[in-house]
């Protein structure tokens, strides 16, 4: 048996036991151990163990509530999980594993000491990357410095390429091209469509999707109001803190939140519009950071209400009909924060099915997470990449020319895999919005 | 010398599947049972060669051995109570063959069970043991517990359908039982011996399995009871009227009314009992078949019936069937699922001793099951941080495996006996039994490193359910 020395067991467990409320360790008693999430869990498929998987996970988190393991045994675990909630989803008795899983993050966020790589890394990410005015600020002047001078120009000032490469010049490779500043600034922010207005809806830009993707949201808006929709783009609105939240900035994501909701609950709209999976997931449950401020708690639950994916808003509007014949196979990428935590399945399939000339190849598996995950893949970048490798082996038995994506973080890491193959000239990831577009999306009289 | 097995395993094994950090010790320390067991080391073999090795090593060192599939066992057959290794063979997925000819498959042991099943259909056969863990379990598992399903009725269960093993014995030796044959009467039977021995006569390395054709085309049907007995009578006169349904799946009312609060499925809440009927076979057949079971169950007082019209609302049914499991774990967190075992004419009263023993220690309990084969599943539902109720649910368990074993039946129909049961052994078996299992147990693992601690008590050993 384990032989951990008695003293060091007795304050670790105290300090553990502090935690037992913001780690969810209640939470925890629903998992029966059965084992139904092993089939479903990516790192429990690529990493090869069941320190890897959901129930392995779920138990560590116990473990620690209970001070049997410390908090820098249960770090790696944590880690290096996708966070994709595949094994919510599949899971019988409905463990909350997304709430455990950022119990476990902010208890480690505030336990552990941070390697200087870590630090440097979060800094850029959290403080330059995501947040909100200055951030936009500097997008808006299309100096984006993730783009052509690169994040690692950035990097080098921050001394960061001697810490970690971090592979940013493989992702680099496969952004799209950036808008021009003009382009940009002729964007409105109120636009109403030609005929009835079936829906007055206010839309969610997302950082990440209105900087690299700012012509997604164009054609999105556009859609939107081809199908009938007001739609309002408001100004204040901000980052909606998902990456926050996923790495245990509790404080950080709850300011972000605020704004976010202030911003929009000034709209009156019908529907809070977004294109982004991973965003639209973190939108939806806005209501979970609140457990301990009724007051915010109820406005969350109010805006929450309100989250809709682009797909939901289209299908239910039915007011488009496609002018050109898109002659190609094609196949569907999920965004598993979409299908497991939005739990917006159908829509896109009914959206592909609309049109023309398209092959649709199902995957064989398309739940299985690309490996994206937020900034997973450049944080464990190594680890993200076994994942990718399992997705494309599956991709490439279909062979399909698009492989349409419903989340920024997913089309670049579909478009990697397909680089990384060589595939570049015969396939490429698509938004499905983008798609939609291409194949002459107008709205039907 | 104390550590130094662990060194001798790593020069044996791969490092990188030697693991020994914290946490990974304790992801291993548990399965779908009770009870937390830290063990010393957790190896993950992949060829039978390593573990000739590896078991050599305990062995010399008589460090305990631990096979562990996807650990979802229910009777805790792979918790490493005594610490040692465990031998994980789940990463051991190299071998899955189906011999068309000769209606075989030949897998190695880490192949989940669906994983057969697939593989034979696509070869337009089927491997009919139908656990509803199989698309999580290893077939080794399997083998190592017995495992059955709802087919069992007609098809039998796990230990029907193993025709051939590669073993390697808790010694280091590699041995082969049985064959490529159906037919076999050369010696002692060790196959089955092996079978349902839960880990404790050896290591299963690869497995040789029987398959069959693929029934044409199925059946299903709803029949609803006021009265738990009529119930019980439908399902005997349709067992004696010369026709074999697939699957007979009974449901209580209490298991009805946690389904539909959970999800619903059009169950009625009001009936006493629920049965499911699956008939398979040539779709003409069915036609005549499941006609004439209509008329058996009206006529013992089904109150009325549903024929499943499409495959769709088949499905629907069985759905519900499954959504038992998860939809009482909603009622409260833990789930104590036993698997008593009764001669089919003693469901009824089985069911009503149950129903006495929920009222007595004030617990909630459902039945379900596949009471074709009179394999109940009564489940309790309690919660693991409540000292007392646990204490509770303890004795009413102690209480149902008497009743099972009063009525003639058996403690487990598939589960295993595992750390759970074992204190209840000696009362189905007798002295006897438990001597004679004792000797085999000591001539084939004479320094008792295979899988210690389970099967046979420990001098006091009694049943709990509480951690500490
Ligand atoms: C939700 C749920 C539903 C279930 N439904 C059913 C059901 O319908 N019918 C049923 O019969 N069971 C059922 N079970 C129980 C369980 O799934 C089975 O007992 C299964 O066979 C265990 O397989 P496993 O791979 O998880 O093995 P484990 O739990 O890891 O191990 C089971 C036993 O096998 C031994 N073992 C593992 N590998 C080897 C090997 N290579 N050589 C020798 N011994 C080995 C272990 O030591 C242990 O004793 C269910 C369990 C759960 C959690
Ligand atoms: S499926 Fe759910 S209950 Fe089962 S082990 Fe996984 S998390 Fe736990
Ligand atoms: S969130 Fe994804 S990676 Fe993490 S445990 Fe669940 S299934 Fe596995």
Not at chain 1, 361 to 390: H, K, R
């Amino acid at each position: 048996m384990l032989n951990l020395g008695k003293s060091w067991c007795y304050e670790m467990s105290n300090n553990n036991i502090r935690h037992r409320e913001k780690i969810n360790y209640d939470k925890t008693f629903d998992c029966v151990q059965c084992g139904y999430c092993l089939p479903a869990c990516p790192t429990y498929q690529t990493m090869e163990k069941e320190t890897h998987s959901p129930r392995g996970r779920i138990n560590l988190v116990k473990m620690y509530a209970e001070g049997k393991i410390s908090a820098e045994d249960l770090q790696e675990p944590i880690e290096k999980c996708l966070g994709c909630q595949a094994c919510t989803t599949i899971c019988p008795t409905n463990v909350e594993y997304g709430r455990i899983l950022e119990g476990a993050k902010t208890v480690l966020e505030e336990e552990l000491p941070k390697t200087k790589k870590q630090n440097v890394v979060e800094n850029v990410i959290f403080n330059k990357l995501f947040p909100s005015a200055k951030w936009m600020d500097w997008i808006g002047d299309a100096s984006w410095f993730y783009q052509s001078s690169g994040m690692q120009i950035l990097a080098q000032k921050l001394n960061l390429t001697s810490v970690a490469p971090l592979n940013l010049d493989q992702f680099e490779q496969v952004l799209p091209d950036l808008p021009s500043p003009v382009e940009r600034r002729k964007r409105e922010n109120h636009q109403k469509p030609a005929g009835v207005v079936k829906a007055k809806v206010a839309f969610f830009t997302g950082c990440i999707m209105d900087s690299i993707f700012f012509k997604t949201n164009k054609n999105s808006v556009d859609l939107l109001v081809e199908s009938g929709a007001e739609v309002i783009l408001p100004k204040a609105q901000t980052c909606c803190g998902a990456l926050h939240a996923h790495s245990g900035k509790i404080g950080d994501a709850k300011e972000l939140a605020k704004r976010n909701i202030e911003t929009f609950e000034q709209e009156g709209v019908d529907y809070i519009v977004n294109n982004a999976g991973g965003c639209g997931a973190h939108l939806i449950e806005y209501h979970h950071l609140f457990d301990d401020e009724p007051e915010w708690q109820e406005r969350a639950q109010a805006f929450v209400e309100k989250v809709r994916d682009i797909s939901q808003v289209l299908v239910e509007l039915d007011g488009l009909q496609f002018t050109n014949e898109v002659n190609e196979v094609i196949t569907y990428q999920p965004s598993c924060h979409m299908t497991n935590v939005q739990k917006v399945i159908d829509p896109p399939y009914r959206l592909l099915k609309k049109l023309p000339g398209v092959t649709f190849n199902e995957l064989e598996d398309p739940n299985f997470c690309c490996g994206s995950a937020g900034i997973y893949n450049i944080l464990n970048y190594e680890d993200s990449m076994d994942v990718l490798e399992v997705k494309m082996d599956d991709v490439r038995q279909v062979k399909p020319k698009l492989v349409v994506t419903t989340n920024p973080g997913c089309l670049l890491q579909m478009n990697l895999g397909i680089k990384k193959d060589g595939m570049e000239d015969r396939m490429r990831a698509v938004h499905l919005v983008d798609l939609l577009v291409e194949a002459g999306a107008q709205g039907r009289l | 010398m104390s550590r130094n097995w662990q060194e001798a395993v790593k020069e044996v094994i791969d490092e990188s599947r030697v693991l020994t950090d914290i946490s990974d010790l304790y992801s291993y320390s548990f399965d779908a049972s009770f009870g937390t067991f830290v063990p010393e080391a957790v190896i993950q073999v992949k060829a039978r060669e390593e573990v000739v090795s590896v078991v050599k090593i305990a062995n010399e060192y008589k460090v305990p051995v631990y096979p562990r599939g996807q650990a979802t066992s229910l009777s805790g057959g792979s918790l490493p109570v005594h610490g040692g290794m465990v031998l994980d063979v789940t990463l051991w997925t190299d071998t899955l063959e189906v011999y068309h000819d000769d209606l075989v498959v030949v897998a190695s042991p880490g192949v989940l069970t669906a994983d057969i099943n697939q593989a034979a259909e696509e070869h337009g056969l089927f491997y009919p043991p139908d656990p509803s863990s199989a698309h999580v379990s290893t077939i080794a598992g399997n083998l190592a517990e017995n495992s059955g399903g709802p087919r069992g009725l007609k098809y039998g269960v796990t230990k029907d359908y193993v025709i051939g093993l590669e073993v390697v014995t808790p010694e280091g030796k590699v041995m082969n039982t049985g064959g490529r044959t159906i037919k076999n009467v050369t010696g002692y039977d060790l196959t089955k011996l092996i079978v349902g021995s839960e880990g404790t006569l050896g290591i299963i390395t690869k497995v040789t399995l029987k398959l069959l054709p693929k029934p044409q085309a199925t059946k299903t049907m709803m029949a609803v009871f006021d009265d738990i007995a009529e119930a019980g009578a439908a399902i005997s006169q349709t067992l004696t009227s010369g026709i074999l349904p697939s699957k007979m799946e009974l449901m209580d009312q209490n298991c009805a009314i946690s389904v539909e609060n959970f999800q619903p499925f059009g169950l009625p809440t009001d009936a006493e009992a629920i049965i499911l009927i699956e008939l398979d076979g040539h779709p003409d057949v069915l036609e005549k078949e499941i006609q004439s079971v209509d008329e058996i169950v009206r006529g013992v007082g089904a109150r009325y019936t549903v024929l499943a019209e499409t495959n769709k609302e088949a499905a629907n049914l069985w759905k519900a069937r499954k959504m038992v499991s998860p939809a009482i774990a909603a009622v409260k967190p833990t789930k104590v699922s036993e698997d008593a075992t009764v001669p089919r004419s003693k469901i009824p009263e089985m069911i009503h001793r149950l129903n006495d023993i929920k009222e007595k220690y004030e617990i909630e309990l459902v039945v379900f099951g596949h009471a074709g084969d009179g394999n109940l599943h009564p489940n309790i539902m309690c919660d693991k941080r409540d000292q007392e109720e646990m204490m509770r649910v303890e004795e009413a368990v102690g209480e149902i495996f008497q009743a099972a074993i009063e009525l003639g039946g058996t403690l487990s129909g598939e589960h295993g006996i595992g750390t759970l049961k074992a204190p209840f052994m000696e009362d189905e078996v007798g002295e006897l039994g438990i001597e004679m299992l004792k000797k085999i147990k000591d001539s084939w693992d004479p320094n008792n490193i295979m899988n210690p601690g389970k099967i046979f008590a420990e001098p006091g050993q009694k049943l709990v359910l509480r951690d500490e």
